[in-house]
C-alpha cells in the first residue's frame, strides 16, 4: 500500500474548521429534508355519501378501482403531520385514469369540497361551511389508455398546525371523452422542512418547528 501524505498543520486546522462549519450550518436540504411530501387518502379505503358513489369494479385486467361517472363522489380525511413546514402552501390533488385512449380537447373535471380544523380542543369547528375548489384536466391527445394522471389545483390551501384534519369530499364532476374514469387517490402536497414539533400538543415547541 502506498504511503500516505501527512496533512500539515495548517491543513488540519482548516479541515476541521470546515467540519465544525457543517456541523454548525447543516444544508436544509441535505440534512434536514427540506421538499415537498405527500399526504395520501386510498379512494378504496373511503366512504361514499350513500347517493352517487363509485363503483368498485375490475379495471380490465384483474385489478380493481374505483369507477367515477359525473356527479360520483366519495369522503376522505386527512391528518396533518408534524413534519409540515409551518406557514408554507398546500395543494390538493388527485390521482386517476382512463380506461380508454384520450383525444385532444377531452375534460374531466374533478372538485374537492373541505373543511379543516384545528385539534386539542381549540374552539375550530368541522361543521363550518366548505371551502369548494377545482381543477380541469384537458387531454393533449396523446395519453394512452390506462395512463396515470395528476389533477392538481393550482388553489393553495392552509394546513393550519400539526394535528389538525381536514376532510374533503373529492367529486368527479364531468368527463366529456370516452371511457371510464378510475380515481385512485387523493392527496395533499405539502412542503416539509424534516423538523418535526418538539411536543405532541399546542404550547411552545409546537408551532414554532425547531
Given at each position: 500500500?502506498?504511503?500516505?501524505?501527512p496533512?500539515?498543520?495548517?491543513?488540519?486546522?482548516?479541515?476541521?474548521?470546515?467540519?465544525?462549519?457543517?456541523?454548525?450550518?447543516p444544508t436544509p436540504s441535505?440534512?434536514?429534508?427540506?421538499?415537498?411530501?405527500?399526504?395520501?387518502?386510498?379512494?378504496?379505503?373511503?366512504?361514499?355519501?350513500?347517493?352517487?358513489?363509485?363503483?368498485?369494479?375490475?379495471?380490465?385486467?384483474?385489478?380493481?378501482?374505483m369507477?367515477?361517472?359525473a356527479?360520483?363522489?366519495?369522503?376522505?380525511?386527512?391528518?396533518?403531520?408534524?413534519?409540515?413546514?409551518?406557514g408554507?402552501?398546500?395543494?390538493l390533488?388527485?390521482?386517476?385514469?382512463?380506461a380508454?385512449?384520450?383525444?385532444?380537447?377531452?375534460?374531466?373535471?374533478?372538485?374537492?369540497?373541505?373543511?379543516?380544523?384545528?385539534g386539542?380542543a381549540q374552539?375550530?369547528?368541522?361543521?363550518v361551511?366548505r371551502?369548494?375548489?377545482?381543477?380541469?384536466?384537458?387531454?393533449?391527445?396523446?395519453?394512452?389508455a390506462?395512463?396515470h394522471?395528476?389533477?392538481?389545483?393550482?388553489?393553495?390551501v392552509?394546513?393550519?398546525?400539526?394535528?389538525?384534519?381536514?376532510?374533503v369530499?373529492?367529486?368527479?364532476?364531468s368527463?366529456?371523452?370516452?371511457?371510464?374514469?378510475?380515481?385512485?387517490t387523493s392527496?395533499?402536497?405539502?412542503?416539509?422542512?424534516?423538523?418535526?414539533?418538539?411536543?405532541?400538543?399546542?404550547g411552545?415547541?409546537y408551532?414554532?418547528?425547531v
Amino acid at each position: 500500500m502506498a504511503n500516505k501524505t501527512p496533512f500539515t498543520g495548517n491543513e488540519r486546522k482548516q479541515i476541521m474548521a470546515a467540519v465544525e462549519h457543517v456541523a454548525a450550518n447543516p444544508t436544509p436540504s441535505s440534512i434536514a429534508g427540506n421538499g415537498w411530501d405527500d399526504i395520501v387518502s386510498f379512494f378504496v379505503d373511503a366512504n361514499g355519501k350513500g347517493i352517487a358513489e363509485p363503483k368498485f369494479e375490475d379495471i380490465g385486467n384483474g385489478s380493481f378501482g374505483m369507477n367515477f361517472t359525473a356527479g360520483d363522489s366519495l369522503m376522505v380525511n386527512f391528518h396533518i403531520p408534524h413534519l409540515w413546514k409551518v406557514g408554507s402552501d398546500a395543494f390538493l390533488h388527485v390521482h386517476w385514469f382512463n380506461a380508454g385512449a384520450m383525444t385532444a380537447g377531452d375534460a374531466v373535471t374533478w372538485e374537492m369540497s373541505y373543511v379543516i380544523a384545528k385539534g386539542h380542543a381549540q374552539g375550530e369547528s368541522m361543521t363550518v361551511a366548505r371551502t369548494v375548489i377545482s381543477h380541469t384536466y384537458i387531454a393533449d391527445g396523446t395519453e394512452i389508455a390506462g395512463e396515470h394522471i395528476v389533477s392538481e389545483s393550482v388553489t393553495a390551501v392552509d394546513l393550519k398546525e400539526a394535528d389538525s384534519i381536514m376532510m374533503v369530499e373529492v367529486k368527479m364532476v364531468s368527463s366529456t371523452g370516452a371511457g371510464k374514469i378510475y380515481g385512485i387517490t387523493s392527496d395533499i402536497h405539502y412542503e416539509t422542512d424534516g423538523n418535526r414539533t418538539t411536543n405532541r400538543a399546542p404550547g411552545a415547541g409546537y408551532i414554532k418547528q425547531v
